[in-house]
């Protein structure tokens, strides 16, 4: 049975946040979907990821492509990920049911701090997923360093 855990971002933007929780999972030998809500961002997204430094290179795709079931990391729309994950990463609200966090090791759910709709969305998701029964710890980084401030 996985966790949700979620991530309060007040001090690093998503871009910046993203890679190193990507990196974590990885290293756990986890494949990642990262799901979001519209194209252009995850476009945008792709972009983000692919010029970062070379020294820390993600590996990654977005869906539609013909190698989806490959890649270690897979952007995506859709709530069926072909990549076969064992992290499910949720961004600008995109949703996540509760049957994926007990299917998944992990889930997690990022949202900007600064945006008062996405915070309010993050906050109905934890009572949504809690209220089912799952696992969940909320992270904030307002201090400077990740804290974690609940756990269900």
Same mark, same amino acid.
């Given at each position: /049975?996985?966790?949700?855990?979620?991530?309060?971002?007040?001090?690093? &933007?998503?871009?910046?946040?993203?890679?190193?929780?990507?990196?974590? !999972?990885? @290293?756990?030998?986890?494949?990642? !979907?990262?799901?979001?809500?519209?194209?252009?961002? /995850?476009?945008?997204?792709?972009? +983000?990821?692919?010029?970062?430094?070379?020294?820390?290179?993600?590996?990654?795709?977005? @869906?539609?492509?013909?190698?989806?079931?490959?890649? &270690?990391?897979?952007?995506?729309?859709?709530? +069926?990920?072909?990549?076969?994950?064992?992290?499910? /990463?949720?961004?600008?609200?995109?949703?996540?049911?509760?049957?994926?966090?007990?299917?998944?090791?992990?889930?997690?759910?990022?949202?900007?701090?600064?945006?008062?709709?996405?915070?309010?969305?993050?906050?109905?998701?934890?009572?949504?997923?809690?209220?089912?029964?799952? +696992?969940?710890?909320?992270?904030?980084?307002? !201090?400077?360093?990740?804290?974690? +401030?609940?756990?269900?």
């Amino acid at each position: /049975m996985g966790e949700a855990f979620f991530y309060h971002l007040t001090r690093r &933007p998503l871009e910046a946040v993203l890679p190193d929780l990507l990196e974590k !999972s990885l @290293a756990r030998g986890w494949r990642v !979907s990262v799901r979001g809500t519209q194209a252009q961002r /995850m476009d945008w997204l792709d972009q +983000k990821l692919w010029l970062g430094p070379e020294e820390g290179f993600l590996p990654h795709g977005l @869906a539609g492509g013909p190698h989806d079931a490959d890649q &270690p990391v897979l952007l995506t729309l859709d709530a +069926k990920s072909a990549n076969g994950p064992g992290c499910l /990463m949720c961004i600008d609200g995109a949703e996540v049911a509760p049957e994926e966090v007990t299917a998944l090791d992990r889930v997690c759910v990022l949202f900007d701090g600064h945006d008062g709709a996405a915070l309010q969305r993050a906050r109905d998701q934890w009572r949504s997923l809690t209220g089912a029964g799952c +696992k969940a710890q909320y992270w904030s980084e307002e !201090s400077g360093r990740w804290e974690k +401030k609940a756990e269900s």
